[in-house]
């Protein structure tokens, strides 16, 4: 089973995320933030990932510190339970349309932390997440899972169908981005 147990105490935010990347979707995700929490479900159930993640934060200030913080622990979280990476695919793009929205993620990973993000936002907040706080949690996923990640919306109308778009394309390439296919590296040095 490949898992990872991550957990985060500071004076902002008490996190605990466990992820199983060969799971089938379960999830117990109670953030403090409703519309983070639907997306982390749809994320878990698109990558057939099994995800705990409980957050208490300081809400009362903003929603910057637990959101961030739960991409941190996330992160750390998908690469130790990656692991020595031997035998995976390590790339992939997927496309997933909803609706009237179209996105793509690709993934390289490859433990060199990069993020490309063009996603846009007509409004400040999807219920009470502000829409800049994406940028911030994939960036903060990225840096600590040591991955490379493309993530662009082609096009949209609905603030909520784009981000809906992006996490499920998030998931699936992720998904099989991490999936074991061989018993070698898949890279030319040898090592990821």
Known sequence: ???????????????????NLDGSGKVDIDTGIGFLDHMLTLMAFHGKFDLTILAKG???????????????????AFKNAIGDKIGIRRYSTVYIPMDEALSY????????????????????KIGSMSTQMFKEFFRAFVNESKI?????????????HKIESVFKSFARALKEGSEVISRDISSSKGVL
């Open 1 to 19: 089973m490949r898992r990872g147990v991550v957990e985060r105490n500071t004076l902002e935010t008490k996190i605990k995320v466990d992820i």
């Open 58 to 76: 300081d809400l009362y200030v903003d929603d910057h510190h637990t959101i961030e913080d739960i991409g941190i622990c996330l992160g750390e």
């Open 105 to 124: 993620s690709s993934v390289d990973i490859s433990n060199r932390p990069y993020l490309v993000y063009n996603v846009n936002f007509a409004d400040e």
């Open 148 to 160: 490379t990640l493309h993530i662009n919306l082609l096009y949209g109308e609905n603030d909520h």
